[in-house]
Nanobody, 126 residues
Framework: QVQLVESGGGLVQAGGSLRLSCATSGRTFSNYAMGWFRQAPGKERQFVAAINWSGVNTRYADSVKGRFAISRDNAKNTVYLQMNSLKPEDTAVYYC???????????????????WGKGTLVTVSS
């Protein structure tokens, strides 16, 4: 069974940085695309970033482009989200997600992700 465990959330001031990590287990990590999503209070879950199996291809939501960076370490079965220049509107629960294939699917609302972690809270104060 695939398990995803996020860490690294917390409280940070606007303009600050955080790095989220997602440790995975239960299957061969390097074969699958991964992603990050977020859900703010009262809002729907939204796409943040995705990375393909090798790490060569990435994609970002317009709202985080240039500030966030997704990466992966296949040797450690871990995907990361480096978040810089954080804004109060970035406040949300951030979820790690895993696909059943090597590529993410931009035409799908959830980019082809089928497995989800429980989330980690990021709060950005103004």
């Amino acid at each position: 069974q695939v398990q995803l465990v996020e860490s690294g959330g917390g409280l940070v001031q606007a303009g600050g940085s955080l790095r989220l990590s997602c440790a995975t287990s239960g299957r061969t990590f390097s074969n699958y695309a991964m992603g990050w999503f977020r859900q703010a209070p009262g809002k729907e879950r939204q796409f943040v970033a995705a990375i393909n199996w090798s790490g060569v291809n990435t994609r970002y939501a317009d709202s985080v482009k240039g500030r966030f960076a997704i990466s992966r370490d296949n040797a450690k079965n871990t995907v990361y989200l480096q978040m810089n220049s954080l804004k109060p509107e970035d406040t949300a629960v951030y979820y790690c997600a895993a696909s059943t294939g090597p590529q993410y699917v931009p035409g799908d609302p959830y980019y082809g992700m089928d497995y989800w972690g429980k989330g980690t809270l990021v709060t950005v104060s103004s």
